[in-house]
């Protein structure tokens, strides 16, 4: 493999990460706060949907499209979550049901609208989308400017910015501490004041608004249009990242750039002699059969949230 | 006189149940006032509507002389009330400063200051002598110490009104004494407390005043000092307490189960019980008495087969089990009623019937080939329900969920009996139960070692042990520091070998392990 | 309300609230309800009230063969949900089911009588096999089973292209040659007699699995060992049950129900062996199917005959001016309303002034 093919290889998996560093992220507010939430595949298809719905129809207008169509996503991430958080704050509901319910519903609900507004299973090529671009002066930097600021989705950028922000968010502020006591021990929390379903419909949002935003990045840095397949089991991936790097924001970050790497492997594995003789198969299956040995060699190390998707009965004492 | 709270007429209802039925409480100002009843007479209840956890149906309540709604716990702790609860409230990966100021954090904009937050609970931990470490985690510092971080989060909070739901529940003897002291040092600064508790001798040395619950009724308020035990009894019972049960003297037999040298490690890896050893006779009752986290639990586990051992033996009329299977064991002759009734001894989402042959179910008459016969599944719960008189709303198909505690307990008890084993495990075979449920109990278990059967009772309440055992064994820090003639012992004696203090098996107490960690 | 008339009443108004979902959508963007139940009704009794054809028997053969892999993946979620597991890995093992039936067609030679059985035995035998990986990461390692069996879903679809495409060889890299006649569920007989629907003879071993679903689940010690199991692990344990090997088994039988109906696809609708693009929903209808189904055989099979008409409408929705997906939001919709029972029974406990189920026992702390 070539030296260029090698770089051409860092940017690929920083694109592929970003979305699910920031999906995963938003699935930490949510389990932190106490709700687990696996539509997050889900709501990744609302906001890849709006994105690129929002992009088509407004790129003849404005050379905002993009990133207009992110923050529609991101929005629609949001209000799509509302219904998680209400089966599963006000009416109790199971939340892997609920979760898995949601995404039965995104898939079809996206795909429907396509039927109605552009007459085919799909949303239309969009002409723009995110470009790469090349940081002034840090580009510079021997080796490092290279890999990390030449030509780089800008998405990556905002990614670790995002993970910055968690942590302090959720370490460091009022809102995180009580947020976590939420998720660790609500009957707790509830007993010094604080609200717990609000703080769980918090936990939620925040996680249907990162995820909406992640999906929508998704389709206008990896994709041309959107389709049934855009997320193809991205939303999981994010799960499995979070768990791998155990509920903390710098661990997710680590662990998505790493899925996001064994995605881009599949990309380039023909020109890797050792790999290339596997079967293209095998590195589409890659990510998954990664993630099921992270979570063998993690799980029963599990450091997640203790509340985390037990239903929070306020009348128990 | 100057009542700091007022409770008049306060009625509440749960579905099916009047919890406080018109019931009045007034409390004086810098007065430690217990609240006085049984399981179920709805001293929780009470204190939960005073704390703004439930809302009464009828009834006034004043703070200060004047009259006030509390809606939620958040109302309550602006009034200055604050209650610690018997099973405590804290996040246990929190640090104790975090737990105390959650909710009510000092903060620079969005930031938690943790610094002020330390310095606080400090001064509040020197104010009131408690000596907290404001960076432990929760998880790793002692119950006792726990119970002091939840005293704190309310003085953090300058309540003047203090609740606590049965402290001592959890702690040891010394532990016990220095929260009555810490109790009176709080009054003296100003504070009153309410203390609720069904335990009599508490009430006397430390409590001014008493409030009697029966059945959600008030019986009468009393001044302590002016009362005796058996007259606080009698009136919470409603009768003349026989506080002692009646049992011929035990006529023990040979050895029935041998433990030698057992070397079990708990869930946190750690040795539970250290080369631990006894011999327990058949036709007698044989109790281990200690603090919740001395090793019983791991004793248990380790006869019954649910954990395996590291060293030691395990003998069983001589035979070797040590390695036997949990099933091998009971097909041996080992019975359990197991501490947690509702986690290990039933399966509440069975009915009763498929509960009572939970462990024959596989073997006939209960089944041929791997298939059920559900008819002779319910003619056996029949037969028990009857023999046992176990209460249950539709007979052998009720769900056990929908049984009371007590009932439960009669089935597993049931259960147990019915398939004679000649060892019997049984801990906490009371805990949570009423009056009437305990001395059937109690009297089944007799009935049993007067069969000739050997028991080992695993008991957390002293009087229990003290009045059903031939012999006391007393464990601590792993191992039986001490084993007593049931006559020959009182409560001190035990009470100080429990902390480790006293040793009656010719070795010196280890003095550092005497306290633990204050 | 009774426990039993619960698990009647809950799923229907489950059913009712999702449908209205769907209409209010429908009405929200302009196209025609009556078209919806047009579409619904033809599905399922073939007849065609807007005027056209009168009477149909295609449309109800077509139902069946839809109702009929969706029963079995419903089976599948619904035996792991009554021994207390979360299996949504019934998607894995129905494509390595599929994978299994096809190299047993292909490579096999036998009369149809012993054929047939090798075909769906060994699809079987896959499924379980796939089953089989999260019940064991479940049981020795505690890995909790919902994501593996999401990531396993992935892997089989993968693998199945990989040896439709490599292995059992594909001339137009769509699908393997034409499996020979014994090996298939086609029946010409049935056909016939639904105007050229491809309704085979799948229909009878999906019977034959609502049987031995409900004879394992109430008559067997095994059953009562895998439910105590799935109710409270710890008494379970402490009762002597070999927990591990129950959680390991119970999947292995669930996987079994959805690698069947791999076969069942595989030989009975279609007559080779085809690589799928993505996962084609068979798994997620089954958890539909379960939880509506209250995990009971036979609310299995109708709510297997209810979403197996939803999905047979959807080319004559289509036709009607609906988008096909209609019928997924439908369906999600419903299993949402499902999942949100507790809460909705909170609130018709709020209409009715009732006492509790549960009495507040005499003897427990209050």
């Given at each position: 493999m070539t030296f260029n093919a090698f770089l051409e290889m860092i940017p690929i998996s920083m694109m592929f990460a970003s979305p699910i560093i920031i999906t995963a992220l938003g699935g930490l507010f949510s389990e932190r706060s106490g709700i687990v939430n696996i539509a997050l595949e889900g709501i990744m298809m609302v906001g890849s949907f709006t994105a690129a719905t929002v992009t088509v129809l407004l790129e003849s207008t404005t050379p905002f499209a993009p990133w207009i169509g992110l923050a529609a996503a991101a929005v629609a991430g949001l209000v799509y979550s509302i219904l998680h958080a209400f089966a599963s704050?006000?009416?109790?509901?199971?939340q892997t049901i609920s979760g898995t319910a949601l995404n039965i519903l995104s898939s079809g609900l996206t795909i429907y609208l396509c039927q109605i507004?552009?007459?085919?299973?799909r949303t239309k090529v969009f002409q723009m989308s995110i470009q790469r671009v090349t940081v002034p002066y840090l580009s510079d930097i021997p080796l490092l400017g290279k890999l990390?600021?030449?030509?780089?989705?800008p998405t990556f950028y905002v990614a670790v910015v995002l993970v910055v922000v968690t942590w302090f968010v959720v370490y460091k502020t009022r809102f995180g501490l009580r947020m976590r006591a939420c998720g660790e021990n609500p009957q707790a929390a509830a007993s010094m004041g604080i609200n717990v379903a609000k703080m769980r419909y918090a936990g939620v949002l925040i996680s249907g608004l990162l995820a909406g935003l992640a999906g929508g990045i998704m389709v206008l840095t990896t994709d041309i249009q959107f389709t049934q397949?855009?997320?193809?089991?991205t939303g999981f991936i994010a799960i499995a990242s979070l768990v791998f790097g155990k509920w903390n924001p710098y661990g997710v970050l680590g662990t998505g750039i790493f899925f996001g790497f064994s995605t881009a492997l599949s990309f380039y594995a023909k020109d890797i002699p050792v790999l290339s003789?596997?079967?293209i198969e095998f590195f589409y299956m890659l990510p998954y059969l990664m993630t099921i040995i992270a979570l063998v060699i993690f799980a029963g190390k599990s450091v997640g949230p203790?509340?985390?998707?037990e239903i929070y009965d306020s009348g128990k004492r | 006189m100057a009542y700091i709270v007022e409770m008049l007429n306060i009625t509440k209802d749960f579905p099916g149940i009047r919890?406080?039925?018109?019931v009045t409480l007034q409390v004086e100002e810098r007065s430690i006032h217990a609240l006085l009843g049984e399981n179920g007479a709805g001293k929780s209840t009470l204190m939960s509507i005073l704390f703004g956890l439930y809302h009464p149906e009828e009834g006034v309540i004043k703070i200060r002389g004047k009259e006030v709604h509390i809606e939620d716990p958040n109302v309550a702790t602006k009034l200055g009330i604050g209650m610690v609860h018997q099973h405590f409230k804290l996040v246990?990966?929190?640090?104790v400063t975090q737990n105390i100021i959650l909710g009510m954090e000092p903060h620079q904009g969005p930031i938690v200051d943790v610094h002020a937050a330390e310095k606080k609970v400090e001064e509040l931990s020197k104010l009131y002598g408690f000596?907290?470490?404001?960076?432990?985690?929760i998880e790793d510092i002692s119950v006792g110490m726990q119970q002091r971080v939840e005293i704190l989060k309310m003085l953090y909070r300058d309540a003047e009104i203090l609740i606590f739901d049965?402290?001592?529940?959890?702690?040891?003897p010394q532990e016990i004494e220095e929260l009555m002291q810490i109790m009176r040092r709080l009054v003296k600064e100003g504070k009153t407390i309410l203390l609720i508790s069904h335990k009599l001798k508490e009430i006397k040395e430390v409590a001014d005043v008493c409030t009697v619950l029966r059945r959600g009724k008030l019986v009468k308020t009393v001044r302590v000092a002016n009362t005796s035990e058996e007259e606080m009894a009698q009136m919470m019972v409603g009768r003349e307490v026989n506080f002692h049960v009646q049992k011929a003297p035990a006529k023990p037999d040979e050895v029935f189960l041998q433990v030698e040298n057992l070397n079990v490690k708990n869930t946190k890896g750690v040795?539970?019980?250290?080369?631990l050893s006894f011999e327990l006779h058949g036709g007698e009752i044989l109790g281990i008495c200690?603090?919740?986290?001395?090793?019983q639990t791991e004793l248990v586990q380790a006869i019954t087969g649910l954990t395996k051992v590291e060293s030691g033996r395990i003998l069983l009329h001589g035979k070797d089990?040590?390695?036997?299977?949990i099933k091998e064991r009971t097909d041996a002759g080992i019975g359990h009623i197991p501490e947690d009734r509702q986690l290990h001894g039933l399966?509440?989402?069975?009915n009763l019937d498929e509960n009572l042959v939970?462990?024959?179910?596989?073997k006939p008459p209960f089944a041929h080939s791997g298939i059920l016969n559900k008819k002779a599944i319910r003619v056996n719960a029949e037969r028990l329900i009857k023999e046992f008189d176990i209460r249950s709303?539709?007979?052998?198909?009720?769900?056990?969920?929908?049984?009371s505690g007590g009932n439960q307990q009669k089935a597993i008890l049931a259960r147990e009996i019915d398939r004679s084993p000649d060892v019997f495990i049984v801990?906490?075979?009371?805990?949570?139960?009423d009056v009437g449920a305990v001395e059937y109990i109690h009297k089944r278990i007799i009935a049993e070692r007067d069969k000739g059967k050997a028991i080992l009772l695993v008991s957390l309440e002293l009087d229990e042990i003290m009045d059903l055992s031939d012999r006391i064994a007393v464990i601590f820090s792993g191992e039986i520091v001490g084993t007593v003639d049931a006559k020959a012992t009182n409560e001190n004696e035990l009470g100080l070998m429990m902390s480790g203090?006293?040793?009656?098996?010719?070795q010196q107490p280890h003095t550092s392990t005497a306290r633990r960690n204050a | 309300m009774t426990k039993r008339s619960e698990k009647l009443v809950l799923p229907i108004i489950s059913i009712v609230l999702g449908f209205l979902v769907g209409t209010i959508i429908i009405i929200a963007t302009g196209r025609s309800v009556s078209g919806m139940f047009i579409a619904l009704f033809k599905s399922f009794t073939?007849?065609?009230?807007?005027?056209?054809?009168?009477?149909?028997?295609r449309y109800i053969g077509e139902f069946v063969v839809q109702t009929m892999p969706i029963i079995l993946t419903g089976l599948s979620f619904a035996f792991a949900a009554r021994t207390g597991l979360f299996c949504i890995g019934a998607e894995g093992q129905l494509m390595v089911g599929s994978a299994a039936a096809s190299a047993a067609a292909l490579y096999i030679s036998a009369p149809a009588y012993i054929h047939v059985p090798l075909v769906l035995l060994s699809a079987m035998l896959a499924g379980a096999l796939w089953g089989a990986i999260p019940g064991f990461l479940k049981a020795y390692?505690?890995?909790?089973e919902v994501t593996v069996s999401i990531m396993l879903n992935y892997v089989g679809l993968y693998l199945n292209n990989f040896m439709v495409l490599n292995?059992?060889?594909s001339a137009d890299r769509i699908k393997t040659a034409f499996f020979p006649?014994?090996?298939?569920?086609?029946?010409p007989f049935l056909e016939s007699i639904t105007r050229n629907?491809?309704?085979?003879?799948g229909f009878i071993p999906v019977i034959l699995m609502l049987f031995l679903f409900s004879f394992i689940i109430n008559k067997t010690t095994f059953g009562f060992s895998l439910r105590a199991v799935g109710y409270n692990k710890e008494a379970a344990r402490y009762a002597g049950m070999k927990v591990r090997r129950n959680i390991v088994v119970s999947l292995m039988i669930a996987g079994a129900f959805s690698g069947l109906a791999g076969a069942v696809i595989t030989t009975?609708?279609?007559n080779f062996g085809r690589v799928i693009a993505?996962?084609?929903g068979y798994g997620f209808d089954g958890i539909a199917v379960a939880l509506v189904g209250s995990n009971e055989a036979i609310g299995i099979l109708l709510a297997g005959m209810l979403f197996g008409m939803l999905k047979a409408a959807q080319p004559l929705m289509q036709v009607q001016g609906?988008?096909?997906?209609i019928a997924g939001i439908i369906q999600a919709a419903i299993v949402l309303f499902v999942a949100m029972q507790q809460g909705i029974k909170m609130i018709i406990g709020k209409f009715e002034k009732r006492k509790a189920s549960a009495p507040v026992a005499e003897g427990e702390r209050v």
């Open positions: 704050i006000n009416l109790k509901a199971n507004i552009f007459h085919q299973q990390f600021f030449t030509s780089i989705y397949n855009s997320i193809h089991g003789a596997a079967p203790k509340a985390a998707g | 919890a406080n039925d018109n246990h990966n929190f640090t000596a907290v470490d404001p960076r432990a985690k049965e402290p001592t529940a959890v702690l040891t040795l539970g019980t250290k080369n200690g603090i919740d986290g001395n090793g089990i040590t390695h036997y299977s399966v509440l989402d069975f939970i462990h024959n179910y596989y709303g539709q007979g052998p198909s009720t769900p056990a969920r929908a049984m801990v906490q075979p009371t805990r949570g139960l203090s006293l040793r009656k098996d010719g | 073939g007849i065609d009230l807007s005027g056209g054809q009168a009477f149909n028997p390692f505690n890995v909790p292995v059992f060889g006649q014994s090996a298939l569920l086609e029946s629907s491809r309704l085979n003879w009975g609708t279609f993505a996962s084609e609906i988008p096909r997906e």
